[in-house]
């Protein structure tokens, strides 16, 4: 079995290099090997490799910037992944591809299932939704886990642009009605791999798992308690902020204006996930410690 992850320096992308290599071979490709704007390139490392698994962690994140790059994010999240999913179904190869709590407009008053009409606000969601689409249209044996608010040890994410404010700034303002929950690439990765073992080891359950999952810790946050949360974690291990927790400012939405829009609720129920393949998801606090141990421990 031979498995081809994409986008192996993001994120998720490095975490899935740790979790996907006791699996299998793997083939992991960066931009410059993979580069989803690169077509042809593309093409020819998906049939050289003639991968068993495709997992798709490659993807145009920028949400504010895509209002203005409509065209390359779409290139990228929807002709791209329309491109992989012909080749995985020729391939007869399962593909593994993560989506958004974007697609969705935030305005159920409960956590969204897979079941609910998606209705993106921003051109990131609608490019997301469109990936999915493609995949589904295509008729591949698919794995699509949507996911919320992710962070890293690695790279630029909320959580570190916190913890960088709070030592530069004596005030932080951070918006309070937008609820979701903070999600580990981390746990993506770990989650993946188990997912990924359970279809290649039990042929009659993969023959009816492929779908939509929704891909989260459990429990809630705004981004203020969320911000909140590590900076006192951190706090707590000795890091030293201009600006203590109790006064970061809470505000509304509206008081940051933004180029795009997002849900004020991005709570997604993961219940499909759990039944189907008897995972744990943990409380999103689980891996927020974590992250802001290591921080905290190298000095960040």
């Not at 929807?78 to 992989?84: D, K, P, T, Y």
Request: glycine residues 4%; aromatic residues 8%.
């Amino acid at each position: 079995m031979k498995i081809l992850l994409l986008g192996a320096n993001g994120q998720v992308g490095w975490e899935l290099q740790r979790s996907l290599a006791p699996l299998s071979l793997l083939k992991a490709c960066d931009r410059q090997s993979a580069n989803l704007e690169d077509f042809d390139q593309l093409q020819t490392t998906l049939r050289e490799f003639s991968p068993d698994i495709i997992v798709n962690a490659a993807a145009y994140t920028a949400v504010d910037n895509a209002e203005s790059e409509a065209q390359r994010a779409h290139r990228i999240n929807a002709e791209a992944v329309s491109l992989i999913a012909d080749q995985a179904k020729r391939l007869n190869a399962w593909l593994i591809h993560y989506s958004t709590d974007y697609v969705f407009d935030g305005s159920k008053s409960e956590a969204y299932t897979e079941a609910d009409q998606p209705n993106p606000l921003s051109v990131y969601g609608t490019s997301k939704l469109r990936g999915e689409e493609a995949i589904v249209k295509s008729g591949c044996k698919h794995l699509i886990f949507r996911t919320s608010w992710v962070f890293a040890h690695r790279g630029a994410n909320f959580a570190k642009t916190m913890l960088r404010l709070a030592r530069e700034r004596d005030q932080l303002k951070v918006v309070s009605d937008q609820i979701g929950a903070p999600t580990s690439a981390e746990l993506i990765a770990d989650i993946t791999s188990l997912c990924l073992y359970r279809l290649t080891h039990d042929n009659a359950f993969a023959e009816q798992a492929a779908g939509i999952y929704h891909l989260t810790p459990s429990g809630e946050t705004s981004w203020h308690g969320f911000a909140k949360y590590v900076i006192s974690e951190a706090q707590a291990l000795g890091m030293a902020f201009q600006i203590t927790p109790e006064y970061i400012e809470p505000i509304a939405t509206k008081e940051y204006p933004l180029p795009a829009k997002r849900p004020a609720n991005s709570r997604l129920d993961t219940k499909k996930l759990s039944d189907a393949f008897g995972v744990y998801l943990p409380p999103w606090q689980t891996h927020a410690k974590r992250l802001v141990t290591q921080l905290a421990t190298q000095g960040i």
